[in-house]
């Protein structure tokens, strides 16, 4: 089982930056993608940002480009998100998420990876609060 913990959230200033770290363990393939969703009070859960670790790929949503970018160390398990030049808007619980290949069937392994080609995430961790002060 996959597990995955966030750290790294807490109270900034607009325009402030903060780092978020996610801690994974468990995985069993090396093809994967982690990523980064996030959830304001009132508000649906959103996509924020993805790294495949087969080629580090990226894919960011709008609000994200430019300002957040996002980075994995594979042999630590750990994937990155830093976020500049905060907005009281990006105010909310920061999840951290992961997907991995299934067993190879027949030698073949059936890849995974970020939008606009892959979706879905199956592995969530706890959450960690980020809260931008105007």
């Known amino acids: 089982e996959v597990q995955l913990v966030e750290s790294g959230g807490g109270l900034v200033q607009t325009g402030g930056s903060l780092r978020l770290s996610c801690a994974a363990s468990?995985?069993?393939?090396?093809?994967?993608?982690m990523g980064w969703f996030r959830q304001a009070p009132g508000k649906a859960r959103e996509q924020v940002a993805c790294?495949?670790?087969?080629?580090?790929?990226?894919y960011y949503t709008a609000f994200a480009k430019g300002r957040f970018t996002i980075s994995i160390d594979n042999a630590k398990q750990t994937v990155y998100l830093q976020m500049n030049s905060l907005k009281p808007e990006d105010t909310a619980v920061y999840y951290c998420?992961?997907?991995?290949?299934?067993?190879?069937?027949?030698?073949?392994?059936?890849?995974?990876?970020?939008?606009?080609?892959?979706?879905?995430?199956?592995?969530w961790g706890k959450g960690t609060l980020v809260t931008v002060n105007s």
């Open positions: 790294i495949a670790s087969r080629d580090s790929s990226t």
């Open positions: 998420t992961a997907v991995e290949a299934a067993s190879p069937v027949g030698g073949v392994v059936v890849p995974v990876g970020c939008p606009p080609r892959y979706y879905g995430m199956d592995y």
């Open positions: 468990g995985f069993t393939s090396d093809e994967r993608a």
